[in-house]
């Protein structure tokens, strides 16, 4: 039965393939994701935790100590490097007037927090602009970069635990997640191009909380059971995402 179905599948797909209404289809579906990129930045917004030095010691099954640290602080400011941010409208339903869908926007809050909000979305088309609505659920996340694993003797061949060694250089993160809140954005997009436009949307997020930190090696090895840091908490924020994407 599966390779009878196996089979009518790829026939199908092998019609649909060769068929340039499928292409045409595909084609224009894709033209009406919309994908922005651009500048993120908190309007009204602040971040409340411990600004003191983090340190997590991890013995080895061959009883070597190893020490890892990081800087609070990076988790309780502002971001002013990276003022990085997206959004993404991925449709349901669309015609020459509107959309609706899955929506996402977000972007950077400090050098290690990301907030988003995902949920649904409604974008109303009048002539080149269009004005786009959106409302869900938000989080927030946290990784930190550890440095990585030293070397404890000339040779050392690294961390080693249930038989296996992570050698020296092995980049070490903490990663943490928050729960879920709820947020909303209102937004205005103008197409410059037919595939090209300028995007500016104002998003409200709730107050965040971050907790329940894991440490990892290089993604391959976690370590839940750790001394956490200190929680983190974002205020409800407005943000600001002025950004240029592409689609109609």
Do not use: W
């Not at 400011?77 to 020459?96: H, K, W």
């Not at 090209?196 to 391959?220: G, H, M, Q, W």
């Amino acid at each position: 039965m599966k390779k009878c179905l196996s089979i009518l599948c790829f026939l199908f797909l092998s019609v649909a393939a060769n068929s340039e209404g499928f292409y045409d289809a595909i084609l224009d579906y894709s033209s009406h994701i919309n994908f922005t990129l651009g500048y993120f930045t908190p309007i009204n917004s602040s971040i409340e935790g411990s600004t003191g030095a983090y340190v997590c010691l991890l013995t080895d099954d061959l009883t070597y100590d190893y020490y890892f640290s990081f800087d609070q602080s990076e988790n309780t400011t502002l971001n002013e490097m990276l003022p990085f941010g997206f959004s993404l409208r991925i449709p349901v339903f669309y015609n020459d007037l509107l959309s609706t869908g899955l929506g996402f926007t977000g972007g950077y809050s400090t050098k290690s927090i990301i907030e988003l909000l995902m949920g649904g979305y409604f974008d109303i088309n009048i002539s080149s602009f269009s004005f786009i609505a959106t409302g869900g659920m938000s989080f927030a996340s946290s990784t930190l970069n550890l440095g990585s694993i030293p070397s404890q003797f000339s040779g050392d061949p690294g961390f080693y635990q249930n038989g296996v060694f992570y050698e020296p250089g092995t980049p070490v993160y903490m990663t943490g997640v928050s729960g879920l809140g709820y947020g909303f954005g209102l937004g205005i997009k103008y197409n410059i191009f037919k595939y090209l436009y300028v995007e500016c949307t104002y998003t409200y997020l709730s107050a965040l909380t971050i907790k329940d930190y894991v440490l990892a090696f290089s993604n391959e090895k976690e370590f839940p059971n750790i001394p956490q840091p200190d929680p983190v908490t974002l205020s409800a924020a407005s943000t600001l995402l002025i950004g240029i994407g592409f689609g109609i």
